[in-house]
């Protein structure tokens, strides 16, 4: 048996409506074998069988086409049909009735929707049958019709589905080069950055200072974008953002740092902090204050200019919350359900820096520890989002119990 035979077999071993098609020939017609057939040339191939008589084929079984009337069939492109073979001026004498001892008997052209012949339906019986003249044969015509609409359909999905597999191998082997080149890349620019920051203390000419000062400006942009590839490709590959769970007491201080480094990349900006008592808390402190100064980052960059950017952090209702809330035009409602995704920034005009990875990766950070983030946008309130992490849930991290 071919592998097209085999692959037409699967075919119509997934099409729902077969079995059905073949219950209602036999139940309509009396007889007690029904099949779909792939004929060639030389085989006859069942596809599908309904047989309550014995007659001893399964899905699979191959007969010599020669020996079949489906060999006319294939030929003449005509539906046949027997009351009674041993009655019948035309097949009384023939082979086929006798080798396989019906009287009955009714197959019909199954056509690709291209035209090409693909096999029968057909269904025998050993005993006579009131075939002719009656509405079986327009009905299984009309089934052969609609098989081969079937056929169609179920090849066209899995089309559809190999090229969607081959198409994520390729995703997945592009991530991995990603996450191999990200990794590759961090420690020249290490060594870069290290060798900028030396000149900026040594130099004493300040227009070598300033070039100095510009080239560890751009080594350390260079390192957040290799960082941000890096964590992007651990979500998408299935390992997801690593994390260093401990105990954090001085988280709240990690959390002022980061507003105070970008409040000094952004001095024309006002950050204002509102951190409550937050120590002992079970994380990753450096994932935490990576999340906070991607959304400190965003809300600078889309935020009104002239409005503050107010951090809030705190344990309330059995969750540490922390949030980044900025006022200005609202997140769009088509753009909130994207929000999270990977590349995903607002449409703008405007050249924007970074890779649109920010948000994506908070919110994977969040999903590492167990939380979840929220944003909430309208033109009264401006924009708020939160990171939520339950405290002492089953899975989640939490803070550690006093000590006694």
């Known amino acids: 048996m071919t592998d097209a035979i085999h692959a037409d077999i699967a075919t119509i071993g997934r099409i729902n409506a077969v079995p059905a098609i073949l219950q209602v020939i036999c ?15 030389s085989n006859w191939t069942a596809c599908a069988v309904l047989d309550t008589l014995g007659f001893g084929l399964t899905a699979g079984g191959e007969l010599d086409v020669a020996t079949t009337l489906c060999h006319e069939i294939r030929s003449t492109h005509q539906t046949i049909v027997i009351d009674k073979a041993s009655e019948d001026e035309q097949y009384c004498r023939h082979h086929t009735p ?18 090409r012949f693909f096999g029968t339906i057909c269904a025998l019986d050993p005993l006579p049958a009131a075939l002719k003249g009656s509405a079986i044969q327009p009905m299984m015509e009309s089934f052969a019709r609609l098989l081969a609409i079937q056929i169609e359909s179920e090849e066209g999905a899995q089309r559809t589905e190999q090229a969607l597999r081959k198409e994520r191998a390729m995703a997945e082997v592009r991530e ?10 961090r420690n020249p620019l290490f060594a870069i950055t290290a060798g900028a920051e030396l000149l900026t203390q040594r130099l004493q000419d300040d227009q070598q200072r300033t070039i100095a000062q510009h080239i560890l400006t751009c080594g350390r942009r ?13 979500g998408r590959l299935g390992a997801g953002i690593p994390l260093n769970l401990q105990a954090c007491p001085d988280l709240a201080e990690g959390l002022r740092h980061v507003a105070s480094e970008l409040q000094q990349v952004h001095p024309q900006r006002r950050i204002v902090l509102d951190i409550g008592d937050i120590g002992g808390l079970y994380c990753d402190r450096e994932r935490v204050t990576q999340l906070l100064s991607n959304l400190i980052a965003n809300a600078l960059t889309h935020g009104d200019p002239q409005g503050p950017v107010a951090v809030k952090a705190a344990l309330q209702a059995g969750e540490f919350v922390l949030s980044v809330h900025n006022h200005g035009a609202p997140i769009a409602v088509q753009t909130l359900a994207q929000l999270f995704q990977p590349f995903s920034r607002p449409l703008s005009q405007v050249p924007q820096q970074g890779l649109g990875l920010g948000l994506y990766i908070a919110n994977q950070i969040a999903l590492a520890h167990g939380g ?8 009264h309130n401006g924009t708020l989002f ?11 991290p939490a803070a550690p119990p006093a000590s006694t």
């Open 372 to 379: 979840r983030m929220e944003v909430l946008s309208n033109e």
């Open 176 to 185: 991995q080069f990603i996450a191999v080149l990200g990794h590759d890349l």
């Open 27 to 41: 139940e309509t017609t009396g007889m007690r074998f029904a099949a779909v057939a792939r004929v060639t040339d």
């Open 222 to 234: 260079a390192s957040q974008l290799v960082r941000d590839v890096l964590d992007f490709a651990r």
């Open 386 to 396: 939160s990171f939520r992490l339950p405290l002492g849930q089953p899975g989640a």
């Open 98 to 115: 006798q080798l396989y001892r019906f009287e009955s008997y009714i197959s019909v052209p199954v056509f690709r929707t291209d035209g």
